[in-house]
């Protein structure tokens, strides 16, 4: 029976998939109270973008998968019809949410009317307002409250990152460890050898010489015989 792949890379993609959706509610909360242009939008934008190209990619190695089962028929992967059209439906939503974020973070979907605060009346201007002298100052406190907040947003998520980071960090130090004990396993294992060989390389001229003791022993004792 052939190795079915897809559900190898479908885990992949959910993965992906829940952490660009996370990216993505960041970067609207973002966009919704910094400036455009702000280094924290600007780092939420390029982060967001980075995720969904990736996977894309990883979408269309799924999209591959499937396209293999049904060419190839399902049976030969002890599949049914019914599981190869909830495949083919799994990467068109798949390929829809990614394209609904992919507009959101190029700016092609526009942001709600509700973003500003400060509703939009013609009369805020004029001498009956009884909150046109505060105005600008609430504004400034503002700014400086959405600018700490995005300073901590951005810091969680390169902490997620690190800890990704520390994770694959982790793994290869325990290769390295395991190499390091295989080669003083090896190391041991030539010691215990060494004297075996050493010995028998010993021997070897010894009985040569044995031997030829014993050569003239006996020469010596037929001559005189």
């Not at 609207?28 to 990619?57: C, D, H």
Request: some cysteine.
């Amino acid at each position: 029976m052939s190795t079915d792949p897809y559900h190898v890379v479908q885990q992949e993609i959910q993965s992906s998939l829940q952490t660009a959706s996370t990216l993505r509610a960041s970067y609207m909360r973002i966009r919704s109270m910094a400036r455009e242009g702000s280094e924290e939008l600007v780092w939420a934008r390029n982060e967001l973008k980075a995720t969904l190209a990736a996977l894309e990619a990883d979408l269309e190695d799924l999209d591959e998968s499937v396209k293999v089962v049904e060419s190839t028929g399902p049976r030969l992967f002890n599949l049914n019809d019914v599981e190869v059209t909830e495949r083919r439906k799994y990467v068109g939503r798949v390929r829809g949410e990614i394209e609904s974020m992919r507009a959101e973070v190029e700016g092609t979907t526009p942001l709600a009317h509700s973003r500003s605060p400060y509703p939009q009346n013609s009369d805020l201007g004029s001498s009956h307002s009884p909150i046109q002298p505060t105005r600008y100052l609430s504004q400034n406190d503002d700014q400086d409250e959405q600018s700490h907040w995005a300073r901590e947003e951005q810091q969680l998520m390169i902490r997620e990152q690190d800890r990704t980071m520390d994770s694959i960090s982790g793994t290869l130090t325990t290769l390295v460890r395991q190499a390091g004990l295989m080669g003083q396993e090896i190391g041991q294992h030539n010691d215990f050898l060494q004297p075996s060989v050493d010995r028998s390389e010993h021997r070897g001229p010894t009985t040569t010489a044995t031997m030829r003791t014993r050569h003239c022993i006996h020469i010596h004792t037929f001559s005189y015989g």
